[in-house]
């Protein structure tokens, strides 16, 4: 490895990379931690050349650094992390006993903290990005705009309040003012034609 080559081997290296490259990923060392212990385990190690996340698969016949983005390293191990946990869901629905249960059920908590963490990094991804921006548009294309809660939904789920839930008093409230809303603005198309 030549000296312009600097290998990622701590979840605090990865963490100041990225933030001494002013990434738009902000990832603390537990995340970063997590991100490498994947990557570890399916035998692919990072490295820094020039600036540029590198990385190499020692599976591969020839090993070699290659190009490999943030977003990149993010979106394949959150998709070993799903993996795994569906493993693991099917193995406590059919468990040879209940030792392996408990291992299924243990691992099943560890890897859905791990999902919480993976799924805040993933929001920051170009992935993220593009599926909204793909969701918005058809959204528009079906319904001809995309209403107001949806973008209000949206913004929440940015900020990371979606997951909480409304009252039901408030929910309601939301859902005629939709409804008002939207009559009004049909009365106003009709006018113009």
């Known amino acids: 490895m030549g000296m312009d080559m600097l290998e990622i081997n701590t979840p605090g290296e990865l963490a100041l990379w990225l933030h001494l490259v002013q990434s738009e990923v902000r990832?603390?060392?537990?995340?970063?931690?997590?991100?490498?212990?994947?990557l570890a385990e399916h035998g692919m190690m990072l490295?820094?050349?020039?600036?540029?996340?590198?990385?190499?698969?020692?599976?591969?016949?020839?090993?070699?650094?290659?190009?490999?983005?943030?977003?990149?390293?993010?979106?394949?191990?959150?998709?070993?992390?799903?993996?795994?946990?569906?493993?693991?869901?099917?193995?406590?629905?059919?468990?040879?006993d209940q030792r392996e249960y408990n291992q299924c059920s243990e691992a099943y908590g560890i890897l859905k903290k791990q999902e919480e963490v993976l799924d805040g990094l993933y929001m920051q991804t170009k992935y993220e990005q593009i599926a909204e921006e793909c969701a918005l548009e058809v959204i528009a294309a079906a319904l001809?705009?995309?209403?107001?809660?949806?973008?209000?939904?949206?913004?929440?789920?940015?900020?990371?309040?979606?997951?909480?839930?409304?009252?039901?008093?408030?929910?309601?409230?939301?859902?005629q003012e939709e409804q008002e809303r939207q009559e009004v603005q049909q009365r106003e198309t009709e006018r113009g034609r």
Do not use: F
């Open 47 to 96: 490295a820094v050349k020039n600036q540029e996340l590198m990385v190499m698969d020692a599976g591969e016949e020839s090993p070699e650094y290659k190009p490999y983005s943030i977003d990149d390293a993010i979106h394949d191990v959150c998709e070993w992390n799903l993996e795994l946990i569906q493993d693991m869901e099917d193995g406590m629905k059919n468990p040879a």
């Open 144 to 175: 001809g705009s995309i209403p107001e809660d949806v973008r209000e939904k949206l913004e929440a789920y940015r900020n990371g309040t979606g997951g909480q839930k409304e009252s039901p008093k408030v929910q309601e409230e939301k859902r």
């Open 27 to 38: 990832m603390e060392q537990d995340g970063a931690g997590i991100i490498l212990d994947y």
